[in-house]
């Protein structure tokens, strides 16, 4: 048996450890932040990481007759960011990018992200937002 010091703060947000590191990977690929995001009103959503902004849009093309497209440019309004644009996404079977992507490069190191929205309400323009951003080759 491995022995550990954990120490667990009753009511907190999180679980506070002690004298633990926990890494993970998928693949080769190191997890640095994966989360849940909800958006209402199909409000952008924004991750930065460090001074590397990305910016997921939301978009209905009628154009476009295929469901989950997804469009990479850089954004011309603001230096270090890039906007991925996502059409037609909403289905209520989650849609995106299971496969690793390379996103950005951030103090030497390239950096991935896999995806997944979910439309809980078209209506509503509610979305569930699931990512991974990975560092790796």
Known sequence: MVEANINYTAGAVGVTKSNIEVNKYVGNKKVVDTGTLISYNSEDIIITINSVHIRFVILEDSK????????????????????????????????GAPNPFHIANVGGKKIFISFFVTTVSKELGARIFHYTLMEGE
Do not use: Q
């Open 64 to 95: 476009i007759k295929d469901t989950g497209n997804i469009k990479i440019n850089p954004d011309p309004n603001m230096d270090n960011a890039m906007i991925v644009s996502l059409y037609n996404m909403h289905n209520i079977f989650p849609e």
